[in-house]
């Protein structure tokens, strides 16, 4: 019947239209404990951010100066936009005499990465992750193109 | 004549020492008994026309703050936070930098029609101000046909809107004033089958005699079902004769820039900004005088404890709250929904708001007949 259908399509249209307003004004209500906006500059010292903010890429290094990066390039391989370069080297293991490859410079654009985290997905050992700081500005652009090894860092033993 | 008393509401009991609209009274008789009749009036007008531009200003500051506060909450911002405590001196900044900005006509433009266009809707938003009731007793010009006045000169305002758009020989500017001019057009109408309801239940077209109706129950109680549904597209009708999102099409920043006012700037751009602002306080006055009883305290019955509890609120109060009330509901509106197509508008209008308030009407009339409101 037609008139049943109207009558449905009306009592259907007013029902979603109350659900969004539902959401908003429950919003409205509740938006002094809610609210996702920082107040900035005020509060940098205390600044608290989401787990899963993407600031830049870093590689943590523990207190033996050691990170877990074997220079794979799996994740030179995963950046859409060449933002990752590495220069590997042969270690020549103490113990056995073998050669064994690892990275000697790990170059990261920070001007040319888009936080698509697909370098972070990528990597085999969990050696590089995104980091929360987001301060980034500098007045040579030349300072954005980082090393991410530290210097005398070597590979953490096992990490194969 | 401006600020004539008016017969008092036989029903309402106590009476202040200082209301509005004792102050209104002792103004106009010092002004008739001080100069001849000729002159208080022309004082009386003058003292009217400065405090209509008074409450324009301060609408229009304390509307924008609120659009800006209500949207921040609504989508869990902050919102304004600067200019004084929580930014509440944000929109007097924002008018003085629009002040000292330059009123610039472009070359290519209607220079007359251009710099007329937004005076035109200005001077529309201050004449629907005039049967407004804004309190007991204070009410500039109580015409008999109030009702039928207000809905007659805003729809005269889709003119301004139309000659800035044409004057400002812009295509983008054009558009939006064409689909402005369709969308007032077209939901005139079921505003006024919704005002009808109202008009048919009291059976007056004159403001202070709709309010006065309402003394035992607002008409949104007393006249159940109709009245509900009237409301309802009462609220519809005028978010989209207000050019108010989701109805913006007139505007719609995404597509034509700014619509009809893409070609304005300082000043000329503030009176459009502050038209669309006094309109919406308008259409909510109205809506609140027909529907939630005007300056009428919330009464239930006759004569009863709860009422006379209520009527220690002072009438222009209960007037400002209901309007407000009104404005943050249509606020509410545009911070949810999303923008229509101009045939969605279009549907919506001719489709679903028109038959059903025509049908409204008649149910209402039967009711008005029958007697079956309280």
């Known amino acids: 019947m037609f008139l049943i259908d109207y009558i449905k399509d009306v009592a259907g249209g007013v029902k979603s239209l109350l659900t969004g307003m539902r959401i908003t004004g429950g919003y409205a209500l509740r938006h002094h ?51 990752i370069k590495i220069i590997t080297k042969f270690d020549v293991d103490e113990a056995t005499g073998k050669k064994k490859k690892a990275i000697d410079t790990f170059i990261y654009h920070l001007e040319l990465c888009t936080m698509c985290n697909l370098c972070i997905e990528a990597c085999p050992t969990n050696a590089i992750k995104m980091g929360q700081g987001f301060e ?22 096992g990490v194969e | ?81 600067r200019v004084g405590p929580w930014g509440m001196f944000q929109t007097v900044a924002d008018t003085l930098k629009l002040i000292v900005k330059e009123g610039m006509t472009p070359n290519g433009v ?23 009731m804004f309190a007991k007793g204070l009410q500039i010009w ?33 558009l939006g004033a064409m689909r402005s001019g369709a969308q007032i057009v077209s939901y005139e109408l079921s505003a006024g089958f919704a005002i009808l309801v109202i008009v048919i239940l009291t059976g007056s077209l004159k403001v202070s005699d709709i309010v006065l109706s309402q003394e035992n129950g607002w008409w949104l109680f007393k006249g159940h079902i109709p009245v509900l549904i009237a409301f309802v597209i ?32 300082g000043m000329k751009f503030a009176l459009f900004f502050l038209a669309e602002y006094v309109n919406i306080f308008v259409v909510c006055a109205l809506g609140a005088t027909l529907f939630l009883g005007g300056w009428m305290p919330l009464h239930f019955g006759t004569d009863t404890e709860f009422n006379r509890i209520m009527d ?16 943050f509901v249509i606020m509410w509106f545009r911070w949810t929904f999303p923008r229509l197509r101009i045939d969605q508008l279009l549907n919506l209008e001719w489709k679903y708001l028109l038959p059903i308030g025509m049908f409204n009407l008649l149910l209402a009339t039967l009711i008005a007949i029958m007697g079956w409101y309280l």
């Open chain 1, 33 to 83: 404990k809610e609210k996702l906006t920082q107040q900035y500059p005020d509060n940098r010292d205390t600044l608290v951010l989401p787990e899963r903010f993407r600031g830049e890429v870093i590689m943590p290094h523990d207190e033996n100066n050691e990170h877990a990066c074997t220079g794979c390039t799996a994740c030179e391989l995963a950046c859409p936009n060449g933002t």
């Open chain 1, 136 to 157: 980034h500005s500098v007045y040579d652009r030349s300072k954005l193109i980082k090393t991410l090894n530290e210097p005398g860092s070597k590979i953490r033993e």
């Open chain 2, 1 to 81: 004549m401006p600020g004539l008393p008016l017969p008092s509401g036989e029903g309402t009991r106590v009476r202040f020492m200082i209301s509005l609209e004792s102050i209104a009274n002792s103004i106009h008789e010092w002004l008739y008994s001080t100069f001849n009749e000729t002159v208080a009036m022309l004082l009386e007008f003058t003292i009217i026309g400065v405090c209509i531009i008074g409450l324009f200003a301060m609408l229009g500051l304390v509307l924008i703050m609120m659009e800006r506060k209500v949207s921040s909450w609504m989508q869990l911002r902050l919102g304004p936070n």
């Open chain 2, 110 to 132: 209607d220079k007359l029609l251009f710099n007329l266009a937004p005076f035109i809707v200005m001077i529309i938003a201050m004449v629907i101000m005039a049967p407004l």
């Open chain 2, 142 to 174: 109580d015409v008999n046909i109030g009702v039928l006045f207000i809905t007659a000169v805003s729809s005269v305002s889709v003119i301004g809107i139309l000659m800035a758009g044409w004057a400002s020989n812009n295509k983008y500017s054009l």
């Open chain 2, 234 to 265: 009462f609220m519809i009708a005028v978010t989209a004769e207000t050019n108010r999102a989701p109805f913006d099409l007139a505007e719609a920043e995404s597509e034509l820039t700014a619509g009809f006012h893409t070609e304005y700037s």
């Open chain 2, 312 to 327: 220690y609120i002072p009438s222009s109060v209960w007037f400002m709250g209901k309007t407000f009330f009104l404005i």
